[in-house]
């Protein structure tokens, strides 16, 4: 008992033999950001996706110029001192516009990424856990959005609601959700029975609190693995939108709006396409480093031999 | 097993019997055209009303009057009519057709199929009708009205219009010719045929349409009996490519003749290509500001007047519409008769900003709907920029043109960008819309008219002009009349017509002719020859 | 399916009384029947959620129809003539029994039956979708295999990397650049479109699939025509599927080499190759045909960006350019044509889990 006190606090968390649940818990964690730290390309994706939260907070700091002011004189002009990767068919400065853009990109993602797994969380583990026509119905409704092409059916929503970068982001979370659904249906059909579970009922747990105290916590770890790589194509789906012209309004700095924006220049003023083009391809590689380096940690099937 | 070894067969065969083969260019005979063809919906010349698919009728069908593709500044020029004289009250026109002309199925084209053409087109009463109903024709009277006799035809009209506005009009498609015999023979219930000639073609035209597909490409064939030669192309195909980038690589590479939609910066670099030249053609479309009068700071007369000095004119037309627009403050098209090429506004953010202030209309917010093309997102966003330094805020809502319309009809666009195209090669095609709106009540419902839409109550005056020009028998009395109506235009109206469309085409060296039609008419093959 | 059956009924051939073999049968045919009418109730949801959708749009379909110009009396003629009066409950009913007797209607934004349109395009998205995923699979599948015999070493690595960029980039970027490069300034492929001018309606349309098609006609220099036409959005679409397949045979591949199984194979003394290809491999076929089957199902959506760039008269630019339109008939069309990929797809890979996995009995 005595050694405790002398022992590192790495040695602590590390222990075979932890004291506490809470220690135990902790160790956990810990053992997985080890594992987590030896993947040094899951490092760099964390390392780069930390930059582009400080860049989004402090934009208009770090940005140059103003991503709105235009000079129809200076348009279009190659990456050089005044603009370091050279300005649009307007005069903007393109850096300066990628900068800001990193708020609306992280606002998109983070909003997505919450709302969808939520959704499906709640649809997949209701569906499971009731079973019955519950379950048909639910799963019926899952697979009709399942069943749709998915850049239609976000199109379709934003087409119906208007275009606009709240409107994109619902309807990016109103394809995405299916397929939470039916993970988080599979997860629960795998512990409804599970012993623990008929305890906690026996203790007199409803059906609520079951669901909440003791399936989703469970759910929750496939659920993380599962949205981290999926951030990746809700950026792309994102630039897609604005791509079309359905996402961020005009003179919203989008990424896939500015490479919209690029695309009629592309053979002699490549930059205007290509620097957004690198900004969205260096985010979402970076989130899928990160998942990919997740589920090594996190899914308890993949991983550990 | 037998079917399975003739397959095995013929990839054998083919394998060894056929050398590769490489088509650096397009065949001589062969025009091979690049154009965005989505808009297509139908060929019958009396539906048709789309730019593409007049594109097509155009060469397929023969009018009674039509433009001579080498000098189209000619005007309207006899045609399937050899001649044609005015009544003496200016009622009537009468048109004597030319003999010996067949139709593509070898019918010969007579006076009847031509006052069965018009006819139809009238009780059909699809969108484009008006062009002709406007004479005074309808379902009822148009067989009263409309009469052959022999080889003539005469039209009898409700008013003694223009001369020039009535052969003006009958240059249009709908105005078309077509095979009575032949399309009697394809209908469908009292359809009169247009099912049948959505997809097939009966005219006398230079070129015979030989399959359309939609969204994919058009192709014609030469009619060889064609009354005015046969043309040099043998065939011409209009492939439907969307991306100006992708049509300017095609052109580079050979394997288009024709480029129809490059942008500015395609058009700067293949002009500096080997083998390539852009023909820059104006074409009749109008680019204007239509500043909606229930929008209560918009229908400020001050504000007004400032957005005027808010439209940087020049350096717009110099940077991202360079090659595309020039800049035009009149609504008829330069080309057109009675067109006045005065430029009474500049840009002067300053005094723009000095006439707001002077009104108390500064801090102002304006929120917009523009349809999701990239000239007038680009012009709105600079506008944009423009009003910000003048102390008024617009807040820009991209939108498809399905979308963008819509509501413009409905008199909810409170600053509309966007483009106006004349119907008919005649002033009273702009006129009528933009100097016209006899009731500007929302109950009027005149979602034709650009007055209405902008709910601009035109002064009575002005109004009474327009109706007049349209009777005025003599042509130069006519253009000044027009010219009148338009500086008054520029002093007073909400509506601000901003730049005219240029139309710069790609075409590869040896191509001669081309002809995209101007301000007046749509593509003319006929007249292309491909030297070396 | 029918192997299983007459195994199980094989199996209690023994003694089974004809009243047995009847409920059996009933049985059978009432859990066919549940999953048909499932599958209805899917089709009929998704139409549903489509024709709502049109009709909350904010788009006119009828001024499509006849355009800005068209006066009062021809818009109201033609809003009648659309059926667009009726109150919705009757449009979707009537819809409903149209398509019923093959009847899809006409799109308003081509002027032909949808039935045609589909007929035309869904063939060109065929041939992509289905290059694109033997490019996938083929890559993808030894790719992943290696990676897996080799976890950890550089093989691995390089596999990770190159599928992560292949999900990482975005799709219209890496279209145009691919243009740009191999068919402006390399001249390898055909540019945008499915063949050159010089061939377009030289060869009679069998199977819609150009490819296809020059080979029955046996025109050599139109099929070479069509191959460098499609190589190029073929091989972006083959190596987006190529990442998602090489990632999940790797994950399927690690799952059996670390099954007890194989290790009992290697104390044998088999070769490694003999027991990464022989032995593991043919287990993970099942799910693998699976994540290939969902994989080539979502390229028959339709890429729609792939084609808006490669100027590919394709479903998904068709679907997309419809629903712009107000053009619900054919964008109607094509979610049935989608929908119905979609669940014939997930239940031949139902169905072949059942017919090969042995577990799933």
Redesign the interface.
């Given at each position: 008992m005595s050694d405790v006190q002398y022992q590192s606090r790495r040695d602590w968390l590390l222990t075979d033999a932890p004291q506490t649940r809470r220690q135990a818990r902790l160790g956990a964690i810990y053992q997985g950001w080890l594992t987590f730290r030896a993947n040094k390309?899951a490092m760099f994706g964390l390392v780069i996706l930390i930059l582009l939260i400080v860049m989004a907070i402090f934009a208009p700091l770090l940005a140059p110029y103003s991503p709105f002011s235009q000079d129809l004189t200076n348009r279009l002009q190659p990456p050089g001192a005044a603009n370091w990767l050279g300005t649009d068919h307007l005069g903007r400065d393109i850096m300066s516009r990628l900068i800001h853009g990193s708020r609306i990109t992280l606002f998109i993602v983070g909003t997505v990424a919450l709302i969808a797994p939520i959704i499906g969380l709640f649809v997949g583990t209701v569906a499971g856990f009731a079973g019955g026509w519950v379950d048909?119905v639910l799963m019926?409704?899952t697979?009709?959005f399942?069943?749709?092409?998915?850049?239609?059916l976000a199109?379709?929503?934003v087409?119906?609601l208007?275009a606009g970068i709240g409107n994109a982001v619902l309807a990016l979370a109103i394809t995405a959700w299916p397929p939470y659904a039916r993970l988080a249906r599979a997860e629960t059909l795998t512990i409804r029975n599970a012993d623990f579970i008929a305890a906690a009922r026996l203790q007199g747990a409803g059906p609520m609190r079951l669901l909440i105290g003791h399936i989703w916590p469970l759910c929750i770890s496939s659920l993380i693995v599962r949205v981290a790589l999926d951030m990746?194509?809700i950026i792309?789906s994102a630039?897609?939108l604005g791509?079309l012209g359905l996402g961020a309004q005009p003179p919203m700095p989008e990424w896939?709006a500015m490479?919209s924006d690029g695309?009629t220049y592309?053979?002699d003023f490549w930059w205007v396409?290509?620097m957004p083009?690198l900004a969205?391809?260096i985010v979402?590689?970076a989130?899928?480093?990160l998942g990919?380096g997740l589920r090594d940690v996190l899914d308890p099937?993949?991983a550990k031999? | 097993m037998n079917k399975l070894l003739n397959t095995r067969a013929?990839?054998l065969?083919?394998?060894l019997?056929?050398a590769?083969?490489a088509?650096a260019e397009?065949?001589a005979d062969?025009l091979?055209v690049a154009h965005t063809i989505?808009d297509?919906?139908?060929l019958d010349p009396a539906q048709s009303?789309?730019f593409s698919g007049n594109d097509v009728s155009n060469n397929t069908y023969d009018r009674l009057v039509d433009f001579d593709p080498l000098d189209l500044d000619k005007g309207f020029q006899p045609s399937l009519a050899e001649s044609w004289e005015v009544s003496e009250d200016g009622l009537s026109i009468t048109f004597t057709m030319r003999e010996g002309v067949t139709f593509h199925s070898g019918n010969p084209v007579r006076a009847e199929d031509a006052a069965w053409s018009l006819q139809r087109a009238v009780k059909l009463?699809?969108?484009?009708?008006?062009i002709l109903t406007q004479f005074g024709f309808t379902a009822d009277n148009v067989e009263q009205k409309i009469t052959f006799e022999g080889n003539t035809l005469t039209l009898t009209m409700d008013k003694p219009y223009a001369p020039s506005f009535v052969l003006n009009c009958l240059t249009a498609n709908i105005a078309s010719v077509v095979d009575k015999e032949l399309v009697m023979q394809h209908v469908e219930g009292e359809d009169m045929g247009n099912t049948w000639l959505?997809?097939n073609d009966a005219g006398s035209g230079a070129y015979v349409l030989?399959?359309w597909?939609?969204?994919?490409?058009v192709?014609l064939t030469a009619y060889e009996d064609y009354f005015q030669g046969a043309p040099a192309m043998k065939r011409v195909?209009v492939?439907?490519?969307?991306?100006s980038?992708?049509q300017r690589?095609?052109l580079?590479?050979g394997?288009?003749d024709v480029a129809r939609n490059l942008t500015p910066t395609d058009v700067e670099a293949v002009s500096a290509s080997e083998g390539i030249k852009i023909q820059d053609e104006p074409r009749g479309r109008i680019l204007y500001m239509g500043l909606n009068q229930k929008d209560e700071v918009l229908s400020n007369p001050a504000v007004i007047e400032a957005m005027k000095y808010l439209v940087n004119y020049q350096g717009i037309a110099d940077s991202f519409l360079k090659g595309q627009f020039m800049v035009h403050q009149s609504f008829l098209p330069s080309g057109y008769l009675g067109a006045l090429d005065e430029m009474p506004w500049t840009y002067d953010v300053e005094k723009a900003k000095a006439l707001i202030e002077e009104a108390g209309m500064s801090g102002k917010t304006i929120t917009t709907k523009v349809r999701d093309l990239r000239e007038y997102v680009d012009v709105a966003q600079a506008l944009q920029a423009s009003m910000a330094e003048a102390g008024l805020t617009l807040n820009i809502e991209q939108m498809?043109g399905?979308?963008v319309?819509?509501?413009y009809?409905a008199r909810e666009v409170p600053i509309f960008l966007g483009e106006w195209g004349p119907?008919y090669s005649d002033p009273n095609t702009n006129a009528a819309t933009f100097a016209y709106n006899p009731d500007n009540s929302d109950e009027a419902?005149a979602?034709?008219l650009l007055a209405w839409r902008n709910a601009y109550a035109v002064p009575q005056a002005m109004g009474d002009a327009t109706v007049a020009a349209t009777l005025e028998q003599d042509g130069d009395t006519r253009a000044t009349m027009y010219q009148d109506i338009q500086r008054q235009y520029q002093a007073e109206a909400p509506i601000v017509p901003l730049f005219q469309r240029i139309e710069p085409t790609g075409l590869r060296e040896g191509v001669e002719n081309w002809q995209s039609g101007k301000t007046v008419t749509s593509v003319i093959y006929r007249a292309v020859t491909k030297g070396e | 399916m029918s192997a299983t059956d007459t195994e199980n009924d094989g199996g209690r051939a023994a003694g089974p009384s004809p009243a047995d073999r009847r409920a059996a049968t009933r049985r059978r045919l009432k859990r066919i029947g549940g999953v048909f009418l499932?599958l209805a109730?899917?089709m009929l949801?998704?139409l549903l959620?489509?024709f709502i959708?049109g009709r909350?749009?904010?788009?006119?379909p009828v001024?499509?129809?006849?355009?800005?110009?068209?006066?009062?009396?021809?818009y109201d003629?033609a809003y009648v003539a659309m059926g667009l009066d009726q109150p919705l409950y009757v449009q979707f009913i009537r819809y409903i029994g149209d398509v019923l007797t093959g009847d899809f209607g006409r799109s308003?934004?081509?002027?032909?039956l949808v039935i045609n349109?589909i007929k035309?395009v869904f063939p060109a998205t065929v041939e992509l979708a289905t290059l694109g995923t033997l490019i996938g699979v083929l890559i993808g599948v030894p790719l992943g295999v290696i990676a897996a015999a080799n976890r950890g070493g550089w093989v691995d690595?390089v596999a990770?990397?190159v599928a992560?960029?292949g999900?990482?980039?975005?799709?219209?970027?890496l279209g145009?650049?691919g243009?740009?490069i191999f068919?402006?300034i390399l001249?390898w492929v055909g540019?945008?479109?499915r063949q050159?001018?010089?061939y377009?309606?030289m060869v009679p349309t069998v199977t819609g699939l150009l490819m296809v098609d020059s080979?029955?006609a046996?025109?050599?220099?139109a099929?070479?025509d069509a191959f460098s036409h499609i190589i190029l959005p073929a091989s972006l679409l083959g190596y987006f599927s190529l990442a998602y397949i090489s990632r999940m045979t790797r994950?399927f591949m690690?799952?059996q080499l670390?099954a007890e199984y194989i290790t009992t194979a290697r104390v044998k003394g088999l070769s490694e190759r003999g027991v990464i290809w022989r032995h593991a491999f043919r287990n993970i076929s099942i799910p693998l045909i699976t994540v290939i089957a969902l994989s080539f199902g979502s390229l028959l959506?339709?890429s729609?960006?792939t084609e808006?760039?490669f100027?590919w008269?394709g479903l998904?630019?068709?679907?997309?350019?419809a629903?712009?339109?107000?053009d619900m008939n054919a964008?109607l069309g094509g979610?049935i044509v989608?929908?119905t990929c979609?669940?014939g797809l997930n239940l031949l890979s139902d169905l072949l889990y059942r017919v090969l996995d042995p577990r799933s009995k």
């Open positions: 390309l048909q019926r409704i697979d009709i399942l069943a749709f092409p998915k850049l239609i199109l379709a929503f087409a119906a208007g990746a194509g792309l630039a897609g791509f896939g490479i695309r592309i053979l396409a290509a083009g969205i391809f979402s590689l989130f899928n480093l990919d099937k993949g031999e | 013929i990839l065969a083919s394998a019997a056929i590769p083969a088509y397009t065949p062969v091979v989505d297509i919906i139908s009303f789309e009463d699809k969108t484009p009708a008006f959505s997809n030989a399959s597909t939609p969204n994919e490409a192709q195909i492939k439907n490519v969307q991306e980038s992708a690589l095609q580079e590479a394997d288009i498809t399905a979308q319309l819509d509501a009809r119907d419902n979602t034709g | 499932s109730l899917t949801g998704l959620v489509t959708i909350v749009m904010p788009i006119d001024l499509k129809v006849v355009g800005d110009r068209a006066t009062q009396a021809q003629a308003i934004s081509t002027g032909q349109d035309r690595q990770r990397v992560l960029i999900y990482s980039m975005p799709i219209f970027w145009l650049m243009l740009l068919y402006g001249g540019g945008p479109g050159d001018i010089i377009s309606g080979l029955i046996g025109d050599w220099g099929f070479k994950s690690l799952e670390s959506e339709g729609v960006l808006i760039i100027s008269p998904g630019q068709y679907v997309t350019k629903l712009l339109a107000g964008v979610t989608i929908g979609f669940v």
